[in-house]
């Protein structure tokens, strides 16, 4: 199954994690999600992310937000060792 991962097309948080999976040749959709209509504070969002942030990963069903834990996460399944999120955490 193909990750999803909840975002706003342009936005920084959003941008570095689909970034990292281009980088990481990780497939994965993106599915847009329209900050200004407010389609982030739906309760099928809070269902997701119940703090009703973006972006929001979906992994089969396993639902990670904050994009610094997005990342980490995708470097760690996808890439463990890679040099965009090292293992270290001093070098990291």
């Given amino acids: 199954m193909v990750l999803k991962l909840y975002g706003v097309s342009d936005g920084p ?33 809070a269902q997701m992310n119940p703090q009703k942030e973006i972006p929001v990963l ?16 995708v470097c760690d399944k996808f890439k463990p060792g890679n040099t965009l999120y090292p293992q270290d955490p001093k070098t990291r």
């Fill in 58 to 73: 979906d992994d089969e069903g396993f639902f990670l937000g904050e994009s610094n834990a997005i990342l980490q996460y």
């Fill in 13 to 45: 948080p959003s941008l570095s994690v689909r970034q990292a999976l281009t980088r990481l040749e990780v497939p994965f959709k993106l599915v847009n999600v329209d900050f200004g209509a407010g389609d982030h504070m739906t309760e099928e969002y």
